[in-house]
């Protein structure tokens, strides 16, 4: 090869060269979810590119027609690998997949058919020839309405939909990753732009050919988007749907500890703009979260309370660190850290924590003053929560009385009595943190807004439990929603199990609620309610409860 002919060459060469790299940094990635399509794509692109570059330097017109050939085989191939890449990265779902699929292979189908048959119809190839030029010789062929159709409905129509896809995935509402979608997509965009110029004979730097170079130019932006925002080591799964919408803070970091993703709700709580955090190490971008840094070293999962100070006051977080291990190689690719914002509930836990200080103090000086007015902050407490939740507003004080008669009419000590007046009247305490979207919404709740609510003893035990006079009045409001059977939350104590308060309470309780008027329901007759309980007696009630209740009722006690 003369000196001109390589330097007419190396363009391309270099052009290939970079393709190349940008298929070994995918290759790397292969075995990540979604990087396969990505990878045999460059792959194409890499081989239609050396397929110009033999077909430029052949002599012979036999030979440039195999290469061109193949090129076109490669190109076909590309176009699909796109568009897989493209559904894969977006996370497009179409409404008949099948369907689509189908047409999508279809016409590359045809037209590898039309092609490897060019020698009896010639609908590729009706007259090639060479053209003398300067270094090499150029082959020309005719273009036949095949190539004008395929080139405008496949190679054109399904790279611009595919595109579309791409940029319609990026201006998506509260898309953190939209600077990584629009950089992929003008990567993938670049060829098809300057491919315009080709159909107008418009050449680059003299060069026959603008596709080989154009293919490098935008894979060299595709290739800045991926280890910029380091496409394949995190893959976006539903982002949006998981963490976006979530209220607690969510950073997602690669094996190295960088961040490759934060919601809104960590920015805010980190007072940090997106650009300002992505791609940086956890010990800069949370610098004021040591303790989560330090969690960082070891690579388990774990959870921790930790106290952040800010210049007017402390926040309190219960912090939640996940390691991330999906690919094919069980390798470690990352961590996910979940901030809960508790301070709110701290709060209450130490404001609850003094208030049981100065009652245990007025009980050593006046006893029976103290048992009256902490009855009656115990009411005022209960009566809170219903100012809270209209549809209850007296609930609390009949089921009190219910479950005492019931507790009494068994036998249980005047001791134990008081417990369980206690407990009843704060059976709901543990709704004080429930949100009141979820508390007052006039529907049916959500699975999410009902696990929420399902969390409000566990809430009442972690209120409760550091006030001792309230130890043995816990039993009410932390197993009230526990079931004979053990199908109960939270603990799912089955049969004698439950503590016996709980158990009278439970019947009271449903009573009471099927006794009485609802927004969404009118209150159940005696007679129904009565049915209701005995139908569940061994399954929700303990029986020998509901046989006193019953018992009671008939003799009209309650």
């Known amino acids: 090869m003369t000196r001109d ?37 460059v792959a194409g692109q890499a081989l239609t590119i050396l397929g110009f570059i033999i077909e430029l330097i052949s002599p012979s017109l036999q030979i440039k027609l195999q290469w061109d050939f ?134 680059i730097g003299g060069q026959r050919d603008n596709a080989p170079l154009t293919l490098a130019a935008g894979n060299i932006i595709i290739a800045w988007g991926l280890f910029r925002y380091r496409l394949f080591e995190i893959v976006p799964i539903a982002r949006e749907k998981i963490i976006e919408n979530m209220t607690d803070a969510v950073i997602v970091l690669d094996a190295a500890n960088r961040v490759v993703d934060i919601n809104s709700a960590a920015l805010i709580n980190l007072n940090e703009k997106f650009s300002d955090v992505m791609g940086r190490a956890a010990s800069e971008a949370i610098a004021h979260w040591p303790d989560v840094v330090e969690m960082l070293e070891i690579s388990k999962e774990q959870s921790r309370e930790i106290t952040v100070k800010t210049s007017n006051d402390s926040l309190f977080y219960d912090i939640s660190i996940s390691p991330i291990v999906v690919d094919k190689r069980r390798n470690l690719i990352g961590h996910i850290v979940v901030a809960r914002d508790i301070t709110r509930q701290k709060t209450l836990e130490v404001s609850y924590r003094i208030l049981s200080e100065e009652l245990e103090k007025r009980v050593q000086e006046r006893t029976n003053e103290l048992a009256e007015a902490y009855d009656t902050t115990l009411e005022g407490w209960a009566k809170a929560l219903e100012l809270r939740d209209k549809e209850t507003e007296g609930h609390s004080r009949r089921v009190t009385e219910t479950t005492v008669k019931v507790a009494q009419a068994m036998g249980l000590n005047e001791q134990q009595l008081v417990h369980i007046r206690r407990g009843s009247i704060l059976h709901d305490i543990g709704k004080i943190g429930i949100s009141d979207d979820i508390l007052r919404k006039p529907d049916s709740l959500t699975e999410q807004e009902r696990q929420a609510v399902m969390e409000h003893p566990k809430i ?99």
């Open 70 to 203: 193949f090129q076109w085989i490669t190109d076909t191939l590309v176009i699909a690998l796109f568009m897989v890449f493209a559904t894969e990265f977006t996370e497009t779902k179409f409404r008949h997949p099948r369907l689509n699929w189908f047409f999508l292979l279809l016409i590359p189908f045809v037209f590898l058919i039309v092609i490897f048959t060019d020698s009896v119809h010639h609908l590729i190839y009706p007259n090639p020839h060479l053209i003398a030029g300067y270094p090499f010789a150029q082959l020309k062929y005719d273009f036949t309405f095949v190539v004008y159709l395929y080139a405008l409905i496949y190679l054109y129509g399904y790279t611009l939909f595919g595109l579309g896809i791409l940029f319609k995935r990026a201006f998506q509402p509260h898309n953190l990753l939209r600077q990584q979608f629009i950089i992929v997509a003008i990567g993938f965009l670049i060829p098809v732009l300057f491919s315009i110029l080709s159909l107008f004979d418009i050449s």
């Open 460 to 558: 009442a035990y972690q209120l409760l439990a550091h006030i001792p006079h309230l130890k043995d009045s816990l039993e009410i409001p932390y197993c009230h929603h526990e079931k004979w059977d053990g199908t109960g939350y939270p603990q799912r104590l089955k049969g004698t199990e439950i503590p016996i308060a709980a158990r009278i309470f439970a019947v009271a309780d449903v009573w009471d609620a099927l006794s009485s008027d609802r927004p969404y329901r009118e209150a159940w007759s005696r007679e129904k309610v009565v049915q209701y309980l005995m139908d569940e007696s061994g399954r929700h009630f303990d029986p020998k409860i509901v046989e006193i209740f019953v018992e009671l009722l008939n003799r009209g006690e309650i």
């Open 5 to 41: 002919e390589l330097i007419y060459v190396f363009p391309y060469l270099i052009s290939l060269l970079i393709t190349s790299g940008v298929f070994l940094y995918a290759w790397k990635h292969y075995y990540v979810r979604g990087a396969a399509a990505y990878t045999w794509f």
